[in-house]
């Protein structure tokens, strides 16, 4: 099977995704991931000097680099493994080229899961959290209550079109990210076991 795992800030998807990672063997795909280790190795100076200009900045990374990156994913994958969509597509444009190119491949359990939280919960939880960041440990200066609600409700008007679209094309559940690690993770293993059993 195939998973898209997207949800809230600091909704605890990278925990809930490296334990879904472990229990189904699937192949992990991170587009974060991915595009450092582009960066990282020898791959084309092109799209190298790219991805410095972006992600050293915390620029969005071009369209064309993310949708290169997601295709050959798709398509190089050994069709014996799942791919677990870490956090990817957000973007509407780049979601239904996904539904398209796993189409193409002959890739038909595909599961969508969405980790929610309250906004109070997101804001409690990222005020907690540091972020590394020249060569320590900082808290971001826009840290604040106010700052936090604005950077939600980007967030959320940007994916609710992502969330509709996988609503329509996969089974899908909204998962309540309260609770320990464990119990979220059962939650989400319920949820593919009844996904498999229809």
């Known amino acids: 099977m195939d998973i898209i795992l997207l949800g809230d800030p600091a ?7 490296a334990a879904l990672l472990k229990k189904y063997k699937l192949i992990d795909f991170d587009m974060g991931k991915e595009l450092r280790k582009i960066q990282r190795g020898r791959g084309n100076a092109a799209i ?8 050293n900045k915390g620029k969005l990374t071009p369209t064309n680099i993310v949708r290169g990156i997601l295709k050959d994913k798709i398509y190089s994958a050994p069709k014996h493994k799942g791919i677990l969509f870490d956090g990817t597509p957000k973007m509407i444009s780049e979601a239904k080229l996904v539904a398209k190119w796993l189409r193409a491949v002959g890739r038909d359990r595909v599961y969508f899961l969405y980790l929610s939280i309250p906004d109070r919960e997101i804001i409690k ?4 959290r540091q972020e590394y960041f020249k060569g320590k440990f900082s808290k971001r200066p826009d840290d604040n209550p106010a700052a936090m609600r604005r950077r939600i409700k980007y967030f959320r008007s940007g994916i609710k079109d992502v969330i509709k679209f996988f ?7 909204q998962i309540s990210g309260i609770g320990t690690k464990a119990e979220v993770h059962k939650k989400i293993v319920n949820a593919l076991n009844e ?4």
């Open 11 to 17: 909704a605890g998807k990278a925990t809930q995704a």
């Open 48 to 55: 190298k000097n790219k991805l410095a200009k972006t992600l």
């Open 125 to 128: 939880r990222m005020s907690g």
């Open 167 to 173: 609503n329509q094309q996969y089974p899908h559940k």
């Open 195 to 198: 996904f498999q059993a229809n």
